[in-house]
Nanobody, 122 residues
Framework: QVQLVESGGGLVQAGGSLRLSCTAS????????MGWFRQSPGKERDFVAV????????YYHASVEGRFTVSRDNAKNMVYLQMHNLTPEDTAVYYC???????????????WGQGTQVTVSS
């Protein structure tokens, strides 16, 4: 079982960029599907991006495709979310999560980080 810690959140102007990092511990990291999710106040937790254990399969929510890039470095036990062209609608707490199987469903992710706040000002 992995443990996850997100970092890299903060304040950014609309149109700006930010890179989120997720540091994982655990010997099963390289076989774990890793997902990014976000939650705004009063909203449900939404899928953002997912990447397979070997990094060869990935998928994005339509609202972020073309702007966000998910990647991972298994040698470093790290997963990243590079965000460009940020808008106020991207403001949320962003969570890194791990799943045993490739999925976009948050219910399938068994391990979650504490979250990191991203705030985009207009």
């Amino acid at each position: 079982q992995v443990q996850l810690v997100e970092s890299g959140g903060g304040l950014v102007q609309a149109g700006g960029s930010l890179r989120l990092s997720c540091t994982a511990s655990g010997r099963t990291f390289s076989t774990s599907t890793m997902g990014w999710f976000r939650q705004s106040p009063g909203k449900e937790r939404d899928f953002v991006a997912v990447i397979s254990g070997n990094g060869e399969s990935y998928y994005y929510h339509a609202s972020v495709e073309g702007r966000f890039t998910v990647s991972r470095d298994n040698a470093k036990n790290m997963v990243y979310l590079q965000m460009h062209n940020l808008t106020p609608e991207d403001t949320a707490v962003y969570y890194c999560a791990a799943a045993d199987e490739y999925s976009y469903n948050p219910d399938e992710f068994t391990t979650w980080g504490q979250g990191t706040q991203v705030t985009v000002s207009s």
